[in-house]
Structure formats: structure tokens, C-alpha cells
């Protein structure tokens, strides 16, 4: 029986005095290289020309810009083979290479280290001859030179992912939807009932407290937490922080090793950190210093990225990598599956909306991988298996009593689909965690049941509720007709059989039970001066006292 363990190569770094750095490679049969000296190979300049070029070319790429990006496209492959030079440039070295390539199956490069300014170097840039080694089956990670062991994690089913969708008023704001969709997509591509997706919501430090606790005590333990924020890098500390919100959804710090003591609680196998454009831009790493401190926490694997990327690259990053992890690759691997769609799909778009123009951007070697110990897959190939072969294939949780869709009597989607209005979506989540009913207003056709359905479909989307139900007053429909439509939603075609005079209490009783959202349109029409009938402040206030 073949042997089932990666093949890993491991280079451990260390800085003199002086700022000069020495490495050796050891390989898995114990051999040890003689030390060698490393000259960082992208300096100052390089490396602020290539933050230029990933984070603010594609803002506003005149034709001066473009010229710029085109040279600096010129330097990439020039700075992957110094890159690779720096690490293999003795024959002592080239000979550990050889081995590394000529070894079958699974293939690890390690670079142990402690110093930010050598781990921030884009070693997946790493090219020999024959191009990128980060396509050619070699899983090139990073890792705190003398980290402790990795823990043995839990990995039985169903997989538990918790998101943390962090988007602060004062930080850029990027649309919340943008890689959570495909990744929840990915994720649906999994028999029902092997995963099971929690939101941390709202997204602050405390309620993630909360959940992580409540999980422990459960025994039921998170294998992916994912956040999608922003990040920011405490100069004082020289240190990475996350942002999540506070009460009034202000950007709230939280450091890398507050992060990484809660994380500990639960031995999480991977850490996911998504960066959106940040607000205060930094030349220093930022999620590339809140990983080291996640790894000393006890987490086993976290992917962050190098840069501030391009929405784009994160969705279908996002979307890729999840959809390989859920076939049972392991993180590296599937990592760089979804590296590998990133230089294949290189156009990024200059803004939203059909046929908008487009810049080529090669941006695959930002995601970066910090991991302790193995390389694991999260769902195992035997395991799904044993999963699909007994619980049945398509088997679906229904999603109410009545058996019928979670969205009921809602208008059919706008013709050219919905744009825009993500920052309204947000306003209205949030209005709802201190609220049991908000209004839209706004002058006829400006979009407000667009608005209305596309966050039904969103949340139901994302599980805040279990059903949406749509009620329009137009044509003055009055409060029976609101009770028939909650009712049978609810309830199906039993809620029609009920008596009367007992509608409307059950309709009450299924609206106060369920997670329901209910939406009334032309709800103005119920006003008395478009008909006799009672005042609605006394229709809410039977639904809602």
C-alpha cells in the first residue's frame, strides 16, 4: 500500500544580527542541508509597486496606469524565479528540489519562520522552468518556526462553518453578498443535513464569544470559521487586528491574539480571513499578521490574504475553494484549485452593472496558507461516502409546515435582475435586529418592492427566516386577505378548513411562532382617505402587541 503522506520539504529561517537571514532545508527522511544565507529578493520598491498594482490600478487605470501595470506584469515572472533562486540557488538546495519534484503523491513546502518581513515575501510566486510551483502539485505553506504540534481536531460530520460578515459604517463598504453567495452555493452542492452554516449575527466580538462558548458546551464544534471584513495593522503593537462592529456598528479592533485565545476554546481546524479593500491602507501585512497569531492560538490552518483584493478574485476565490473542499481535497489543495481559477479568470471588473468594462489582473498568488502539523481534509472522501450511502441523496429539510415555497405570493424578480441597493440591504438587517417591523418609503418607482424581495430572498437565503410571505393592499385589499395568505403559507390548505372566527388568532399564533418575514405593499391604501375601513395603526396592532 502506497504511502499516504505528503512528501514535505521544511526551511527554517532565522535572523542575525544585523538583519542578514540564514535557512536550511530539512526533508521528511530527517536530511538536513549545510546553512545558507537569503537575500530577500522583492525590495521596498518592488513590493509597493506590486500593493499598487493588486489595490488601487484597477480604481482608476488611465492610460498612464495601464502602461505602469504593464511593466510591473513584466517584473512577475522575473521576481518568481529570484524568488526561487533565493531558496534553491546552491546545489545543496537544488538537490532537495529534485527530491521535493520527483516525489509522488502529496507535496509540501514549508517555510518556517518568524520574521513578518521574510514571511510577507510572495513566495507563491515561486517559478522554475516550467512555470509557478504552485501549479504543479506543490502546496506551498507558511508556518511560526518552532510552532507547536497541531492538534488532533474533530473532523466528524455534518461540517460546521460559522461566517462573520463584518461591514462597520466607518470602513469601505463592499456589498455582504458578494463571496458569501457562492460560497453558500458551494456549500449546497453537499447532500442535506453535511453542513450546517451559522451567521454570527450581529457580527461583534462579544456575540462571537457567545457562540463559541455555546458551541463548546454543546459539543458541537466549528470546523471553519470564516470572516469577510475588513483588517487593519496596529502600528503600536505591530500587529494585525480584525474589525468587527460594535452595538452602533462602528469598527470595533479586535487584535489577532484576543481572536486566536477565543478561537482556542473550540481547536477550530481552519480560519478563513477574507479581506475586502480596506479603509486605512497599511504596507504591512495586515491578515498576514493576525495568521501567526491564530496559528499560537491553537487553530490549525488559516488562510489570509496578502493583499486587499478585487471583489471578483474573492468570489471566485471563495467559490472554488469551497467547492473543492467539499469534495474532499484537503485545505492546501484546495486552496490552490481555487489559485489555479484565479489565473485562469483574470478579468476584473472597473464597476457593476451588464457589459462593464474590464481589467486583466493577475492576482492569484495573494491567498496564502499558514498551517501547523498536516495538511487535512476537512470532509473526507471515505466519509462522504459512508454519509451519501446512508442518508438519502436530495433529501431536503422543508423549509415549513405547508410543504410549499419559503417565499409565498411575491412579484417575480426585476426583468434585468437587482443591482445595487446592498447598502440599503444592510440598513435593513440592521433595523430588524432592533425592531420588529420597519417601513420603506419613497415616491412611487423608485424600487421599494424590488428592495423588499430581493432581502426576503437574501435572508431566507442566509436563514435569518424560514418563510417570506408577500401581501399587497393595492385594489384595497383589507387585513382578511393578509390573515389567508400568512395563514396558508403557514399552514397549507388545513388554515383554509379552520373556522372563521379562528383565522385570524391562528394566523397571529403562526406569525408570532415562526421566523417569518411578512411584507405588506401599498400598505398607504389602507388608509381611510382610499377607503372605509379600520385604521391600520389598529391592523398592526393586533399582529404586533
Known amino acids: 500500500m502506497a504511502d499516504a503522506t505528503p512528501y514535505e520539504i521544511r526551511l527554517v529561517v532565522d535572523r542575525q544580527e544585523g538583519g542578514a537571514y540564514t535557512a536550511r532545508w530539512t526533508e521528511r527522511d530527517g536530511y538536513e542541508s549545510q546553512p545558507f544565507s537569503i537575500v530577500l529578493p522583492l525590495r521596498a520598491q518592488d513590493t509597493s509597486d506590486l500593493r499598487w498594482y493588486l489595490e488601487t490600478y484597477y480604481q482608476f487605470p488611465g492610460a498612464g496606469d495601464q502602461v505602469r501595470a504593464r511593466q510591473v506584469e513584466e517584473q512577475l515572472d522575473g521576481w518568481g524565479r529570484a524568488l526561487f533562486d533565493a531558496l534553491f540557488g546552491t546545489a545543496e538546495c537544488r538537490e532537495v528540489y529534485r527530491n521535493l519534484m520527483a516525489a509522488k503523491g502529496a507535496r509540501l513546502l514549508t517555510l518556517g519562520a518568524e520574521d513578518a518581513d521574510l514571511l510577507s515575501q510572495p513566495w ?94 454543546e459539543g458541537r464544534p466549528y470546523h471553519i470559521v470564516h470572516f469577510d471584513g475588513h483588517g487593519a495593522y496596529l502600528e503600536r503593537t505591530g500587529i494585525g487586528a480584525l474589525a468587527f462592529e460594535n452595538d452602533e456598528a462602528l469598527t470595533a479592533l479586535a487584535p489577532g491574539p484576543q481572536l486566536g485565545d477565543q478561537l482556542a476554546k473550540l481547536e477550530v481546524p481552519l480560519v478563513v480571513l477574507e479581506a475586502c479593500r480596506s479603509s486605512s491602507l497599511s504596507d504591512r501585512p495586515v491578515f498576514g499578521s493576525v495568521a501567526p497569531a491564530l496559528l499560537q492560538g491553537g487553530v490549525g490552518s488559516v488562510i489570509a490574504f496578502s493583499h486587499s483584493v478585487h471583489v471578483e478574485a474573492a468570489r471566485l476565490l471563495v467559490e472554488r475553494f469551497y467547492d473543492e473542499l467539499c ?219
Open 124 to 217: 507563491e510566486m515561486m517559478r522554475d522552468v516550467r512555470g509557478p510551483l504552485a501549479f504543479q502539485g506543490i502546496t506551498i505553506r507558511r508556518q511560526l518556526k518552532g510552532s507547536r504540534a497541531a492538534r488532533q481536531f474533530s473532523l466528524g460530520l455534518p461540517l460546521r462553518v460559522l461566517l462573520i460578515v463584518s461591514r462597520p459604517t466607518d470602513a469601505g463598504f463592499i456589498d455582504p453578498r458578494n463571496s458569501i453567495a457562492p460560497l453558500l452555493d458551494a456549500l449546497d452542492g453537499l447532500p442535506a443535513g453535511l453542513v450546517e452554516v451559522d451567521f454570527c449575527d450581529p457580527p461583534t466580538f462579544p456575540r462571537l464569544e457567545k457562540m463559541i462558548s455555546q458551541a463548546r458546551r
Open 327 to 545: 469534495q474532499g481535497l484537503t485545505v492546501g489543495q484546495a486552496l490552490e484549485e481555487a489559485r489555479s481559477c484565479l489565473h485562469a479568470n483574470r478579468a476584473r471588473w472597473l464597476h457593476r452593472g451588464p457589459q462593464a468594462p474590464t481589467v486583466d489582473l493577475q492576482d492569484w498568488f495573494i491567498p496564502q496558507l499558514y498551517q501547523v502539523g498536516a495538511d487535512p481534509a476537512l470532509i473526507e472522501r471515505g466519509k462522504l461516502q459512508e454519509w451519501q450511502e446512508s442518508n438519502p441523496v436530495g433529501a431536503a429539510p422543508v423549509p415549513h409546515a405547508s410543504g410549499g415555497p419559503p417565499m409565498f405570493g411575491f412579484p417575480p424578480p426585476p426583468i434585468y435582475r437587482f443591482h445595487g441597493r446592498a447598502l440599503e440591504l444592510l440598513h435593513l438587517e440592521r433595523a430588524f435586529r432592533r425592531h420588529p417591523a420597519v417601513v420603506l418609503s419613497g415616491m412611487g418607482g423608485m424600487g421599494k418592492t424590488a428592495l423588499a424581495r430581493e432581502a426576503a430572498v437574501w435572508w431566507l437565503r442566509t436563514g435569518r427566516f424560514e418563510a417570506a410571505v408577500f401581501c399587497s393592499f393595492e385594489n384595497r385589499a383589507g387585513a382578511e386577505q393578509a390573515v389567508q395568505l400568512l395563514g396558508r403559507a403557514l399552514e397549507g390548505d388545513a388554515f383554509s378548513a379552520r373556522p372563521a372566527e379562528g383565522q385570524w388568532a391562528a394566523a397571529v399564533d403562526l406569525f408570532r411562532s415562526r421566523r417569518v418575514l411578512l411584507v405588506w405593499d401599498n400598505f398607504e391604501s389602507t388608509l381611510s382617505q382610499f377607503q372605509q375601513s379600520p385604521s391600520p395603526q389598529a391592523f398592526v396592532g393586533r399582529f404586533f402587541e
